[in-house]
């Protein structure tokens, strides 16, 4: 079992496209998972589509797929809640409403927002946590909460914390384009929006940190 960790989208479903394709060339028929780490919306050109390529993997595959809330998502949320309109446009709402037709958040497809709403904050398997943002190394995984899990940086990132299990996220994009690879943690935000590549990490059963990088531009 092959098990491929996705980073922040941010609205290209462009390039979504082109990494899913790899994916399946490079499985070659093997049983495989998808793990999204999490905003696949704002800033991009293409929120609604990117948000439509993983629900419809999801709905075809609901054992085989996860898709992970981020901060991104969550903001939307807030949006549609009548709180927070403005930090979401300044985060990069204004092309989420645009790819779906609409200018106000309460316009935004019921559907939508209900699969919004129902995404986990985290995800394990026998040798990995997966996460948005990060983990309150005080509290470990499963006891931190839905806001560190969406949102934290500091001192997750420098802590190098022993979580029991390594941990595969996303949300800081790299300044380089290249995903950091630690022996605890795992960043797969290559900043896809800003000009890097869109990254996923290949994972088996054998260890926890990646095994190989697929980057597509």
């Known amino acids: 079992m092959l098990t491929y960790a996705?980073?922040?989208?941010?609205?290209?479903?462009?390039r979504l496209a082109?990494?899913?394709?790899?994916?399946?060339?490079?499985?070659?028929?093997?049983?495989?998972?998808?793990?999204?780490?999490?905003?696949a919306i704002d800033r991009g050109p293409d929120s609604a589509g990117a948000v439509a390529m993983v629900r419809d993997l999801q709905a075809r595959e609901p054992?085989?797929?996860?898709?992970?809330?981020?901060?991104?998502?969550?903001?939307l949320?807030?949006?549609v809640a009548g709180t927070g309109l403005d930090?979401?446009?300044?985060?990069?709402?204004?092309?989420?409403?645009?790819?779906?037709?609409?200018?106000?958040?309460?316009?935004?497809?019921?559907?939508?927002?209900?699969?919004?709403?129902?995404?986990?904050?985290?995800?394990g398997d026998a040798r990995?946590?997966?996460v948005h943002g990060g983990l309150d190394p005080a509290r470990g995984a499963e006891g931190s909460d839905r806001e560190t899990r969406l949102w934290m940086r500091e001192?997750?990132?420098?802590?190098?914390?022993?979580?029991?299990?390594?941990?595969v996220h996303g949300h800081t994009p790299t300044r380089d384009g290249?995903?950091?690879?630690?022996?605890?943690?795992?960043?797969?935000d290559t900043g896809a929006v800003f000009g890097g590549p869109l990254t996923a990490g290949v994972f088996t059963g054998e260890q926890g940190p990646p095994v190989e990088v697929l980057a597509v531009r």
């Open 128 to 130: 990995r946590w997966y």
């Open 18 to 39: 082109r990494l899913l394709a790899r994916i399946e060339a490079h499985r070659a028929g093997r049983p495989r998972r998808l793990v999204f780490l999490g905003d």
């Open 63 to 75: 054992d085989s797929v996860t898709c992970l809330m981020g901060n991104h998502e969550a903001m």
């Open 178 to 188: 290249r995903p950091e690879l630690l022996a605890r943690r795992t960043n797969l």
């Open 77 to 79: 949320l807030d949006a």
């Open 6 to 14: 996705i980073g922040d989208i941010h609205g290209r479903a462009d």
């Open 87 to 123: 930090l979401w446009r300044l985060n990069g709402g204004g092309p989420t409403l645009r790819s779906y037709g609409v200018t106000q958040p309460c316009d935004l497809p019921a559907d939508v927002v209900a699969w919004i709403a129902a995404l986990p904050t985290l995800h």
């Open 155 to 167: 001192p997750f990132l420098s802590a190098n914390h022993d979580f029991g299990r390594h941990v």
